[in-house]
């Protein structure tokens, strides 16, 4: 019970997250429409903030925030089948992907560290910073599909009921 209620809040503050770089996107957005379009002063640091808050946003969001009935999948073909095929999907979708992801995991690294030399043009943050939110992804990644690869293991997957499926509200 207690962990459910750790996970619970950590949840809650990966959505507060979340939200938070939706408002800085949004207010960098509308800063770049005003000085461009009304003040005819068009300034590049607000466009680079975008698009740092969105690569941001959408690796962060798929990490912490983005439930496994959520994803997107073949629903028809999931559904239509019986338990013990859809036990068969997950445990070879999970190994699938926990084979790539951890196969790719150091070359990743690699790649993230050695990019310390190079700065965004603007804000001149430090591609290794703003890369390492794929590193974070892949390992919450790797994490997810582990965890899914036990779950599967140990028993079948719940009944999909297609009627309950919903936006995450």
């Given at each position: 019970?207690?962990?459910?209620?750790?996970?619970?809040?950590?949840?809650?503050?990966?959505?507060n997250?979340?939200?938070?770089?939706?408002?800085?996107?949004?207010?960098?957005?509308?800063?770049?429409?005003?000085?461009?379009?009304?003040?005819n002063?068009?300034?590049?640091?607000?466009?680079?903030?975008?698009?740092i808050?969105?690569?941001w946003?959408?690796?962060?969001?798929?990490a912490?925030v983005?439930?496994?009935?959520?994803?997107?999948?073949?629903?028809?073909?999931?559904?239509?089948?019986?338990?013990?095929?859809?036990?068969?999907?997950?445990?070879?979708s999970?190994?699938?992907?926990?084979?790539?992801?951890?196969?790719?995991?150091?070359?990743?690294?690699?790649?993230?560290?050695?990019?310390?030399?190079?700065r965004?043009?603007?804000?001149?943050?430090?591609?290794?910073?703003?890369?390492?939110?794929?590193?974070?992804?892949?390992?919450?990644?790797?994490?997810?599909?582990?965890?899914?690869?036990?779950?599967?293991?140990?028993?079948?997957?719940?009944?999909?009921?297609?009627?309950t499926?919903?936006?995450?509200?």
């Amino acid at each position: 019970m207690h962990l459910s209620r750790i996970g619970h809040w950590l949840y809650r503050r990966a959505e507060n997250i979340l939200a938070l770089m939706l408002g800085i996107m949004f207010l960098a957005f509308i800063g770049q429409i005003v000085f461009r379009y009304f003040l005819n002063f068009p300034i590049g640091w607000t466009s680079e903030l975008t698009v740092i808050m969105w690569l941001w946003l959408v690796l962060w969001g798929a990490a912490f925030v983005v439930r496994e009935n959520e994803e997107i999948r073949f629903d028809l073909v999931y559904g239509a089948v019986g338990p013990t095929a859809r036990r068969v999907m997950v445990i070879l979708s999970s190994l699938a992907l926990l084979g790539l992801y951890i196969f790719s995991l150091p070359a990743v690294v690699d790649y993230v560290t050695f990019m310390k030399v190079e700065r965004t043009a603007y804000l001149k943050i430090r591609f290794d910073y703003l890369y390492s939110i794929y590193v974070i992804f892949a390992v919450a990644v790797i994490c997810r599909y582990g965890w899914l690869l036990w779950k599967a293991l140990r028993r079948a997957p719940k009944e999909v009921d297609p009627t309950t499926a919903s936006s995450g509200l």
